[in-house]
């Protein structure tokens, strides 16, 4: 079976602009989140969505959306990017939410740089 | 706020040798994951102890959990070249069974 699969693998954009990556779950697999992780540091939560609806959210700015399809594949919208947006985004898939001994499988991320 | 902690920041083994990283968390847990990254690429998971355990094993893994100073440790037994990469815990946060909270990771590098 496939993993998890994000689109595209490298982006670049200039401040201002508008950005979306996409995300497809392991098959089967009903919730995804999304994490950003600058060079350096360790991935921070965004969003997990499940069921269509939004299950949670990190301590991000209103700049930043997600929304999840009925074959629960995602997008993850960036609005008028900052220079500090530039990171690599993680798309993670899991079974069910809210499972708290389950782990995250996760894609290879997209690697977005805003000049 | 950072949850995860890991220690040493880098650290740099002979192949044939044990690696040894450490974790410090701050809030209550459900569990305590330990997650490898190779090159900036995607995470892939390792191991997963859960708040109730002290120990737990898989293969060459070994990780230890002590919740009453909340910390973790990771041992890699008989490192090989290819266990390069970057080694992250993340606390699964009792409050939010959403998300997991992350670590700056540890650089592991296992030199031939």
Request: net charge positive.
């Amino acid at each position: 079976d496939a993993g998890v699969t994000q689109s595209p693998t490298h982006l670049i954009k200039t401040r201002g602009q508008q950005v979306t990556l996409r995300c497809s779950p392991i098959s089967g697999h009903k919730s995804v989140s999304w994490y950003q992780q600058v060079l350096g540091q360790g991935p921070q939560f965004i969003f997990q969505y499940y069921e269509k609806e939004e299950r949670g959210r990190g301590n991000f700015p209103d700049r930043f959306s997600a929304r999840q399809f009925p074959n629960y594949s995602s997008e993850l919208n960036v609005n008028a990017l900052l220079l500090g947006d530039s990171a690599l985004y993680l798309c993670a898939s899991s079974l069910l939410p809210g499972q708290p001994n389950s782990p995250l499988h996760f894609g290879n991320g997209t690697r977005l740089t805003v000049t | 706020s950072q949850q995860g902690e890991e220690d040493p920041q880098a650290l740099s083994i002979q192949e044939g040798e044990n690696a040894t990283m450490n974790c410090s968390y701050k809030t209550s847990i459900n569990n305590l994951q330990w997650y490898r990254q190779n090159s900036g690429r995607g995470l892939v998971h390792l191991i997963l102890i859960r708040s109730n355990e002290r120990e737990k094993h898989s293969g060459r893994l070994r990780v230890t959990l002590d919740t009453s100073k909340k910390s973790s440790s990771l041992l890699i037994t008989a490192s090989r070249a290819a266990d390069t990469a970057s080694y992250f815990c993340a606390a699964g946060d009792r409050g939010s069974n959403y998300k997991l909270t992350f670590g700056k990771g540890t650089l592991l590098t296992v030199n031939p």
